[in-house]
């Protein structure tokens, strides 16, 4: 549940600001970092929040793990643990 709601909050965060403030709380939830790259590579991928408002892609130079055929990124493995 817990990481539900890191990606709500990454998919939310629309400015450079908002989103270095939504990775600080999708990290502080337990999501870690390489799943927060995984995600935000996603969500540029399927442009679902992915451009932020000065039209800058939310990563650059990044290799993409996913594509648009498949869900979003999986935990890795890691069952979500309440906190």
Known sequence: MAHE????????????????KAIRVANQLGMPL???????DWL?????G???ANG?????NVERRTSHAEGPP???G???IER
Do not use: C, F, W
């Open 56 to 60: 800058q892609s939310r990563t650059s």
């Open 44 to 48: 540029d991928a399927v442009g679902g």
């Open 5 to 20: 709601i890191a990606k709500a909050v990454l998919e939310q965060a629309k400015t450079p600001v908002q989103r270095v």
């Open 74 to 76: 999986s935990n890795g």
């Open 34 to 40: 390489h799943l927060i790259e995984q995600y935000l």
């Open 78 to 80: 890691e069952a979500d």
């Open 50 to 52: 992915g451009r932020m």
